[in-house]
Every structure is written in structure tokens, then in C-alpha cells.
């Protein structure tokens, strides 16, 4: 007991700052000397006073070993101060000829035992194997560490029970913490300035082990540069933050010792890449502080580390302190669209630009230094300069290379680039226009710098130095699969051509079914015509019964051109034929008495008036009229209307939507993009335009541009799935079109789901293969019409050839229709692939299917259909979560 209370008075007294007890009167000013010793003091009474307790209650619980002359392993601590969920360990020493064992450990609420291993000692006076055992502390204050049983040579022996202060991190009024930010409102992508301040009053050798992690530093969204320091050496300490090292600039009024840490003061500057509303969340301070007077701490430069990098010596007694910062609400405005060039160079706040050229004199194509010094308060690794080659002013004057030196500077930053003049013309080089921001303004300003006066001589007679000679000086026009192109505007062309597809494909029925009674109705026309081609007598008669109907219908001589109607069809002269002559002719011909009849009448009736003025009665006017009325209407039985089928295939067209609308409602998503609203506002208007065109799509207004501009106003709402639907609705229009696959491309490639083999369908759509069996059909009608009316072999063989040709289509069409398989594509962010047609099926695949996945349809059940993937494999989907696109 006389040991242990030695031991004690021992630590007791390296508590106090001494490792022995003085005599008289230097044991007073042990306790009461210097001003930092009294200040020492008084940090260290609560936690000697909590020693003082335990050594009083349980006087082997401050002893590192046990008592010699009991029995059992002898445990030893590694640490001398315990704290709440951090890992301590505790050895056990015993004499052993076989490796001991461990019993199992009881559970307990206050301390976790992790594990466990053995260690064989050679020749260690604290016994011949060693026993680690990890623990970890659960709760705070006065823990019991239990007793621990050891298998040693078949006989079990247990360790003596100890007691242990179990500590926390805890706050300090010696120790506070603040991040103040510079503003809370910016702009994307300015710097912003935030000063970390922490006050400690601790002595410097005291501290170790500074834990400062701001969650900001792992934000994406935020860029994060510690800037270099400016302050003297002499006032640097370095300090790690977020896994870096920052150098602070460390204020210490009192000159005492051990010295106080003092103020410590840093900036880091972020730029934020998103609008918005940021939290800078409440930020701990964590550090360790040794309960030993006289410990060590290095001083180096600030360069290298110092007792803060290190971790504590768990092997003297310590405590934790921390501190929190205040949240910080910064909110992140969106630049303004309106004013901004292309060439803007993403600087901020800047306050003025230099130039200058070195050397001032030089020949053509010689190398140039460019300087541009650029003067801000913003940080200096902040500061970028944009593309020189860019400037206007310097195209086809200088070459400006694109690898640019930067070399920092307190106050801003130097840009150092290459440049060769190209020409003797150039006497200056050119004032550079650098578009800036002025975040204060809240508006762009364009920095001119100053022309720079140089002198330019000919080059071994050259008078000017060819841009083919400077290797990549030149730029190669590429392509950019990127992206999607622009809306397409209505044309007369592409609506006639729109037109003529959709009456193809939509009227391919009324076709089929029309088509043939079309040509039987023109085939009377056809023949007519033939035969008034071969036979001379007929077209000669043919005529004159058109004249004679003309005469009818005017009013004019109409007996007169019966006659002639008569003289013609049996050959004969009409000034020679008189009443007789023509009945005795009709009668010849066994034409109708009663025709017969009445048409001599008719005649002689004339025939009297003209040579007896006197007899007779004006009557042959009103009988002539019917007689030409029964012979027209033996003409008109064969007449077919050709109207029918025409009135059928346009019929689609009522109803159409407003093309217009959808048109203005694209528009106006455009301009809510530009003036940086909201990004949930903006893809609700392009939603909105985009349902529109679907609209008119739907009822064949613009089928092929209104699906591709529906394609694209999807697109930019975000939904990839009903994009590449109405992309690939438009490529069943406008198969031939450039834009449609290049869009299609674009938003295939930000699906989520891909397969390894990827098969590309080169089927041609039905709807162009109904609208080119239509046009088959209808131009073999044709040609048929053609070989009626000519008969000749050239016709007949064309019109078979066409005639094959629609065979053929139709097998194939008819093939298309009973064995192909309608498409879809998802159009829900995610889904699980089903094994059966139900919610209670497990899932075909380890995860969801996202938003563009195209497959093709199998069958449908219910609300649920079997889709194939592009891999080939099989699941079934819900209805309500594809869009399935039109054959």
C-alpha cells in the first residue's frame, strides 16, 4: 500500500509541474512562482482533485502494476487517459510454458471488448508471454474494468479489477472557434473569402493532435484553395485543415512561459459552381491537450509540421477540448445571361490588367513573351486568364500559343504566353478585351488594355511568316457528335413532302379498296380515246355528236347539227341529206321508229319553213332539246366520280392541333433557361411545349417535325426516356434526315443502361413500307392505264414489272405485320424488371432499369407486358411506366 500511495504522490506531483517535492519554501513558488505557472495551476485542480478521489477509493487504480505479491496475471495500461469511443488497450502478463488463453469476457454497458492476441517475450522480467486485449469505453466518468480470466497451464487466474475515468471531448472558455464569411450573397463562380479565427489560450507546448475537417472541403459543387500566406515568417504556425496544410498567421500579445498559442487566423477561398442556397455547416475544432507542464513542442518553420500534425502520447495524461462555428447561410446567385459574351473570361472583382511584350523589337515569326498581369484582391490561385488566341484584335497578327506560365504574385496574378508576329505590318501589339465581372454592379465590364509599342523586321526577306509552319497553329474542323440541334422550323417542301407520306401510309386501305374502281371508271376514258386514235370513221362520228350536244346546250341551229350528226355517222354529206334521206338511212341502220320518226319530222319541218315560209310551226326547237336530252344521257351512264377517294385520304386532316402554340411554348422555356430561372420551372415549360408538339404529331400536323421537336423540348426537360421515344417517332418520318440520328445518339448516350452487345435495328419502318406499297399500287395502276390506251410492249412489261414489284412489298409488309414486334421505350427514372406479370414476382435483374431503356414487345397481360432487352433477355414491365411507338 506504501508503493502505491508513492506512486501516487509521484503523479500527483507531475500534475503540479514537478517530479519531486522540495523543501521549504521553493515548494511554495513551485505552486505560486511565475505568472504561467499560477496560470497552469489553475487549469490543472479539477482533474488533480478527480485523481486525488480515485487514488483515495481505489488506491491500485493509478498503479501501471499490480502488487508483486499477488497471484495472476499482471495487467498493464497503455494509456493514461481514457476517452469515449476510442480504442485503448491493456496488457497482461503472466508465466506461462504453453501459450495462456483468454476466458470469454463477460458483456458489460460500459466497456466493448474488441479482441485479443498472444505474444511470446524472450527474456522480459514481466513474465514469458504478453496478452493484448483492445477495448473500447462506452460511457463517461468512473468505469469498472472487469476482472480478466486467463487458461495458464490448465489453471485459470484472474487479473485484479481497476477503475477508469472515462473521459469526453468537452468546450473550454480557454479555447473558442468562428468562420466569417467575407458576403453571403455571390455569383456563380466568384471567389468568396471565409476567415477561420481560433483564440486559444493554452500553452503552446500542450497542444497536440488539431482535428478541423470542414464539410465544404468534400462538396463537389465547391472548389476549395487555401491561399498562400503573405504575412512575415516569423508569424506563420501550420495548421491541417480538411486533410491540407494551411499556414495561419499567429498573434501573441503576452510574452509569458510557456508561451499561449495566441490568435491563429487563416483564410480559404470557394467559388461555387451551382446556384442556389449554401450552408456552411457548423464546423468542430478538435484538439488534445497534454495535462504535463514541461512537455515538449518543437518549433519549426512553418513549412514543415509542428506538435498539431503529431498525435498525442496516449501514454500521459491528456483531455480533449473542441469548438464549433457557426452556420453561415450563403446564397448563389446565377450570372445574368443578358450582356455576356462568349469570350468571357470568368474573372471577378478585378481591378486593373497590364501588358507588356518582350522583346520590343523582333523579327517576323521570332518568339514573344507576353506579360499580362492581372491586379485583384481575390485569391491568386483563383485567377485564370482565358484563351489569348481568342482576342479579335490578334487573329491573323499574332500566333499566341495555348500553354500559358502563371507565376503568382501578393496582389493578383502574372500570365506569361508565347506569341510570334506574323506580318512587318504589326507596329503595336493589340489592347487585349477582357470581359470581367463586377460583382458589386451586379454587370459585365469589358477591361481594355493598353496597345504596347513594338517594332516588327522582315525575317530573310520574308515579310511575313506562314501559319502552316507553326505545328497545330491551325485548326481542324471536326464534327461533334454532342449534344442535340435546334428545333425545326415548318416549310412548304417538307409539308407537302409530310403530306404526301401520311395520305400514303394512312390511305393505303382506301387505296387497295378505291384504287381498282378508279381505274374502271377511267378505263371508259382510256378506251375512248384509243379508239379515236385507230378509228378514224368513230372519232369523225364522236365529234360530230359533241358538236351536236354543244349545239343543244347553246341554244344555236341545233336540227342543223343533227343532220350533220346523222351525215357523219353514215359517211355522208350534209348538204345532201334531206328528211327522206335520212329516215330511209335510220331505218337502214334498224334504228327506233319512233326515233325515226320523230327525227324526219323534225327535219322536214325545217325543210318546209325554208322553202314555204307559210307552213309549219315553230316547234322543232322543244323536240330537238329532248331528242338531244335522250342522247346525251345514253353518254353520261359511264361517267364515274374520281372525288371519293381523294375526300377519304384527306379526311385525317380536321382537327388539327395548333402548330403555332407549340411553337411559342418552346420558345418561351428557351427564354426562362436564358434568364436563369429555376431549373424545376424551366423543365415544366419544355414539358409543356413538348406535350403540345406530341399533340399535333398525333393528329398529323407535321407528324415528322412535330415528333423531333418534341424529342428535343424532352430532352431539355431531362426526361431521356420520352426524348429518345419521339426521336425515334420522327425517324419512322424522315428516315433519310441527318439531324434525327445525331439527336437520337445524343440523348442515347446519357442513359443509365447499356449492354455490351448492342444491336442496331436497319429495319425499314411500316409506315414507309405501307406509304411505298401505296405508291406501288398506284403507279402500277397507272402504267396499267397507259398499256390500255397504247397496247404496245413496253407498257405491258412495265406494268408487270410494277405489278411484282406490289406483290412482293405486300408479302412483304404482310410478313411485318404478323411477325414483327412493336417497340417501346421506359419513360420512369427507375423499374424493376419482373420475372411474371405482377409486383409479387422477384426481379430479373440484380438493379432497376432507368429511363431510356428501348426493348420490344412480346405479349401483353393485363396491365403488364413482356418486353426484350437488347441483350435478349426477357421481363416483364408495367404498362403505365413505357411508351410503346407507333409501326
Not at 379 to 396: T, Y
Request: hydrophobic content about 45%; proline content about 5%; glycine content about 6%.
Amino acid at each position: 500500500m506504501m508503493r502505491a500511495w508513492c506512486k501516487t504522490q509521484k503523479l500527483f506531483l507531475a500534475l503540479l509541474g514537478n517530479g519531486r517535492l522540495p523543501a521549504g519554501p521553493r515548494f511554495v513558488s513551485g505552486f505560486c512562482g511565475t505568472p504561467g505557472r499560477r496560470t497552469l495551476l489553475a487549469t490543472r485542480i479539477l482533474s488533480t482533485l478527480v485523481y486525488i478521489a480515485l487514488v483515495i477509493t481505489v488506491p491500485v487504480a493509478l498503479t501501471q502494476d499490480v502488487l508483486e505479491s499477488v497471484e495472476g496475471p499482471r495487467i498493464q495500461m497503455m494509456e493514461a487517459s481514457w476517452f469515449v469511443d476510442e480504442v485503448s488497450t491493456a496488457l497482461l502478463f503472466v508465466d506461462a510454458k504453453e501459450e495462456p488463453i483468454l476466458q470469454p469476457i463477460e458483456y458489460s454497458d460500459e466497456i466493448r471488448f474488441l479482441d485479443s492476441k498472444v505474444v511470446k517475450l524472450e527474456e522480459d522480467e514481466r513474465g514469458s508471454h504478453a496478452l493484448s486485449v483492445r477495448f473500447l469505453p462506452l460511457r463517461t466518468g468512473v468505469r469498472d474494468f472487469p476482472p480478466l480470466a486467463v487458461e495458464v497451464d490448465g489453471e485459470v487466474l484472474r487479473s485484479l479489477p481497476r477503475q477508469l475515468l472515462v473521459g469526453k471531448p468537452h468546450l473550454s472558455d480557454s479555447m473558442s472557434f468562428i468562420i466569417k464569411a467575407e458576403k453571403t450573397q455571390v455569383y456563380v463562380g466568384e471567389p468568396l473569402r471565409l476567415d477561420f479565427i481560433w483564440h486559444c489560450q493554452l500553452p503552446m507546448n500542450q497542444v497536440r493532435e488539431l482535428n478541423l475537417y470542414p464539410g465544404f472541403f468534400n462538396d463537389s459543387d465547391i472548389e476549395v484553395v487555401i491561399p498562400r500566406s503573405v504575412v512575415p515568417e516569423e508569424e506563420q504556425f501550420g495548421l491541417p485543415v480538411g486533410g491540407r496544410r494551411a499556414i495561419a498567421h499567429r498573434i501573441s500579445e503576452e510574452e509569458v512561459f510557456p508561451p499561449s498559442l495566441g490568435e491563429l487566423r487563416f483564410s480559404v477561398f470557394v467559388r461555387f459552381e451551382e446556384s442556389g442556397m449554401f450552408e456552411i455547416s457548423r464546423t468542430r475544432l478538435l484538439c488534445s491537450r497534454l495535462l504535463v507542464e514541461n512537455a515538449q513542442s518543437n518549433r519549426y518553420a512553418a513549412y514543415f509540421n509542428n506538435a498539431l500534425f503529431e498525435p498525442v502520447d496516449r501514454s500521459f495524461p491528456h483531455e480533449k477540448l473542441h469548438a464549433f462555428s457557426n452556420p453561415i447561410e450563403i446564397e448563389v446567385l446565377p450570372l445574368p445571361v443578358k450582356g455576356r459574351l462568349e469570350s468571357f473570361s470568368g474573372l471577378f472583382g478585378i481591378d486593373s490588367i497590364e501588358v507588356s511584350v518582350q522583346p520590343a523589337t523582333a523579327e517576323v515569326g521570332q518568339l514573344m513573351e507576353v506579360w499580362v498581369e492581372v491586379n485583384s484582391d481575390t485569391c491568386s490561385e483563383m485567377l485564370e486568364l482565358s484563351d489569348l488566341s481568342r482576342q479579335a484584335l490578334l487573329r491573323n497578327r499574332f500566333w499566341v500559343g495555348q500553354e500559358v506560365n502563371e507565376v503568382w504574385k501578393p496582389n493578383g496574378r502574372l500570365f506569361v504566353a508565347r506569341a510570334r508576329p506574323l506580318s512587318i505590318e504589326s507596329s503595336v501589339f493589340p489592347s487585349l478585351a477582357i470581359q470581367v465581372f463586377d460583382p458589386n454592379e451586379g454587370d459585365y465590364r469589358l477591361i481594355s488594355t493598353r496597345p504596347v509599342p513594338i517594332e516588327i523586321s522582315a525575317r530573310d526577306g520574308m515579310s511575313y511568316f506562314p501559319m502552316e509552319k507553326i505545328h497545330g497553329a491551325q485548326y481542324s474542323v471536326i464534327g461533334s457528335s454532342e449534344g442535340i440541334w435546334h428545333n425545326y422550323e415548318a416549310m412548304i417542301m417538307s409539308d407537302v413532302m409530310d403530306k404526301l407520306v401520311n395520305l400514303l401510309a394512312d390511305g393505303i386501305w382506301a387505296f387497295v379498296l378505291f384504287g381498282p374502281i378508279l381505274f374502271y371508271g377511267l378505263t371508259f376514258w382510256v378506251r375512248e380515246a384509243r379508239r379515236r386514235a385507230t378509228d378514224e370513221s368513230y372519232r369523225v362520228r364522236r365529234e360530230a355528236f359533241e358538236k351536236f350536244k354543244r349545239a343543244v346546250s347553246k341554244g344555236e341551229d341545233d336540227v342543223e347539227a343533227l343532220r350533220a350528226l346523222v351525215a357523219a355517222c353514215f359517211e355522208r354529206r350534209k348538204a345532201a341529206l334531206t328528211a327522206k334521206d335520212v329516215a330511209r338511212l335510220l331505218n337502214a341502220a334498224k334504228g327506233d321508229i319512233d326515233l325515226v320518226e320523230e327525227i324526219e319530222s323534225t327535219i322536214g319541218e325545217i325543210e318546209t319553213r325554208t322553202y314555204d315560209p307559210g307552213e309549219g310551226e315553230p316547234r322543232a326547237e322543244k323536240r330537238t332539246g329532248r331528242l338531244g336530252e335522250r342522247v346525251f344521257e345514253l353518254f353520261q351512264k359511264g361517267l364515274v366520280s374520281a372525288t371519293l377517294v381523294i375526300a377519304i385520304c384527306t379526311a385525317g386532316d380536321l382537327g388539327a392541333a395548333d402548330w403555332g402554340q407549340a411553337e411559342a411554348l418552346f420558345k418561351a422555356a428557351l427564354d426562362s433557361a436564358e434568364e436563369g430561372l429555376d431549373s424545376e420551372t424551366t423543365e415544366s415549360k419544355f414539358a409543356v411545349a413538348a406535350l403540345e408538339f406530341e399533340s399535333c404529331a398525333t393528329n398529323g400536323v407535321r407528324a415528322g417535325l412535330s415528333w423531333y421537336n418534341a424529342g428535343n423540348a424532352w430532352f431539355k426537360a431531362g426526361e431521356i426516356g420520352r426524348s429518345i421515344a419521339s426521336y425515334r417517332q420522327a425517324q419512322t418520318r424522315m428516315p433519310f434526315d441527318e439531324k434525327v440520328p445525331t439527336s437520337l445518339e445524343a440523348a442515347r448516350a446519357l442513359r443509365l443502361d447499356s449492354f455490351s452487345d448492342h444491336r442496331v435495328s436497319i429495319e425499314t419502318p411500316i409506315r414507309w413500307q405501307k406509304a411505298m406499297f401505296s405508291l406501288l399500287w398506284l403507279v402500277s395502276l397507272c402504267v396499267s392505264i397507259f398499256w390500255v390506251r397504247y397496247r404496245n410492249r413496253f407498257w405491258l412489261t412495265l406494268s408487270g414489272v410494277l405489278f411484282g414489284a406490289v406483290i412482293m412489298q405486300g408479302l412483304l409488309l404482310g410478313w411485318d405485320f404478323i411477325a414483327g414486334l412493336d417497340e417501346g421505350v421506359l419513360i420512369v427514372d427507375e423499374v424493376y424488371g419482373r420475372k411474371g406479370p405482377g409486383y409479387s414476382y422477384l426481379s430479373s435483374y440484380a438493379d432497376p432499369l432507368h429511363n431510356g431503356m428501348e426493348f420490344s414487345m412480346l405479349e401483353v397481360r393485363g396491365e403488364w407486358l413482356l418486353a426484350i432487352l437488347d441483350d435478349g433477355s426477357h421481363c416483364w414491365l408495367p404498362c403505365e411506366t413505357v411508351q410503346i411507338l407507333e409501326r
